[in-house]
């Protein structure tokens, strides 16, 4: 796929404007006065979709010609704009209001213990098909729920639909018709402006993706990246325009560069399928959808499509394996177990849009009901290959990567160092950094939340 000549399209230059023009966030300062972004600004992401969102024509079938998630997904096997200072400036004020909302309910810490108890005890009910209790439950759950509250309140709303779903069986009919909805790309662009612009998470493995491909093609002309999931590939132009202000000048990515788009199951790719040439620069990249690969295979016999998709990238003989992954363990076959780790990994992710984002935002709420909820759905209240969400701690990944014959890298002191500052300087102070074993951590009030590694092939260990 061509690139956009220079000038035109998504890539040409308006007039400076404020991403409030967007979002129903109050309009926010420029940082140089004019509103244009630096030149070393690495924060492209934001402007992508903010310019996106600027096209005239944009239109849904764009978006959506190729197929998206409910096929992905059973494919998978189972399947400038201001800068980022100036908005993490809006999300910090929005922090300061939310600190407000809750200190008015300290009503409310509480409450969150008991939704949290009603919650699992409604679990158990479920798990052993205690209807009348379950039932009592849930209208005690829903009483106290509420898809506009207070990040608790919002948590048990998600989670009991999930839970009535299961009870009624209904789980894996209700969780396509989710997943077929389409949502007008405008609106699910706007939502993610802001889950980008409130929450590090994405924006971290996006920057430490980029820096690690910039450091492993210096000297190099010709780069060929492998990426696992591409989505709407908004990290993309970040390194694009990375690679084309380098020094030495661009590398032949190229810039225009091709695009070839396999949209097939993972673990029925194969290093022929790749057009891989000896002479360029091998990136893998995997931002956070492996945990949509089925974690077992379809009989005893049959191994993991998890396992099969690491031996293939070994094939590879990659320069860099980039590896991000949601640090989280509700694969368990257990359904209880289950449902307490993903309402323990869910319960950080409302209360971090709570204390980054205004309560009364449509965005918010989208991000929540078609992100948030689409994934907790799935895992409570599907089983067998309709359930797709299967993340595995990086603990685990690690010992598959290194069953898979793979190595991994040292972390780069400099980019754990940049990643550092950036947290700390433009987002909430509850983000969390941190690093364990060669993997860079991301969490929020001491839970870790996400993990980040690089590997390449281990020569010691012989082909699978």
Request: charged share 25%.
């Amino acid at each position: 796929m061509a690139a956009a000549p220079e000038g035109e399209g998504l890539f040409a230059d308006p007039e400076p404007f404020s991403p409030s023009i967007f979002l129903d966030l109050p309009p926010t300062p420029r940082p140089d006065g004019n509103g244009e972004v630096p030149a070393s600004s690495d924060d492209l992401v934001l402007t992508f979709i903010t310019r996106i969102l600027m096209e005239e024509d944009i239109n849904d079938q764009f978006f959506y010609q190729f197929p998206d998630h409910p096929v992905l997904l059973q494919a998978q096997e189972p399947r400038p704009c201001e800068s980022l200072w100036a908005a993490r400036n809006c999300a910090k004020k929005n922090t300061m209001k939310g600190r407000g909302k809750s200190a008015q309910g300290r009503s409310s810490a509480n409450e969150a213990v008991e939704l949290s108890t009603l919650l699992i005890h409604c679990a158990q009910a479920v798990a052993t098909d205690n209807r009348r209790s379950a039932t009592e439950l849930l209208r005690q759950i829903k009483q106290h729920s509420s898809p506009k509250g207070d990040a608790t309140q919002r948590l048990a709303h998600c989670f009991a639909e999930g839970l009535e779903a299961r009870l009624a069986g209904s789980g894996s009919q209700l969780y396509r018709s989710l997943m077929a909805e389409r949502i007008p790309v405008v609106e699910y662009l706007k939502a993610y402006w802001l889950y980008l612009a409130a929450c590090c998470f994405k924006m971290t493995a996006f920057r430490f993706s980029n820096m690690t491909i910039l450091k492993a093609i210096v000297g190099r002309k010709k780069v060929h990246i492998v990426d696992y999931g591409v989505n709407c590939g908004v990290q993309w132009p970040t390194l694009l325009y990375r690679l084309a202000t380098l020094e030495a000048g661009p590398p032949e990515l190229g810039v225009p560069f091709k695009f070839h788009g396999i949209t097939v199951r993972w673990d029925t790719v194969c290093v022929d399928d790749l057009n891989i040439d000896p002479d360029e620069v091998l990136i893998v990249n995997s931002i956070m959808l492996f945990r949509n690969l089925m974690d077992e295979g379809v009989d005893i016999d049959s191994p993991s499509p998890r396992d099969v998709v690491l031996r293939t990238i070994r094939k590879m003989q990659p320069d860099a394996f980039i590896l991000y992954v949601m640090n989280a363990s509700y694969s368990a076959p257990f359904f209880v177990t289950r449902f307490r780790d993903v309402l323990f990994f869910y319960s950080a992710m409302f209360d971090m849009l709570d204390a980054t984002a205004p309560r009364d935002s449509h965005q918010r709420f989208l991000v929540e009901r078609d992100l948030f909820r689409q994934c907790s759905l799935n895992a409570v209240a599907c089983e067998g290959t309709d359930r797709v969400e299967r993340p595995e701690t990086y603990k685990q990944w690690q010992v598959r990567n290194q069953r898979a014959g793979l190595r991994q890298l040292p972390l780069d002191p400099d980019i754990v160092k940049t990643l550092r500052d950036k947290v700390r300087d433009q987002y909430h102070k509850d983000f969390v950094i941190d690093t364990d074993h060669n993997w860079l951590l991301q969490g929020w009030k001491g839970r870790i939340l996400y993990a980040m590694s690089t590997w390449v092939v281990d020569d010691s260990v012989s082909e699978l």
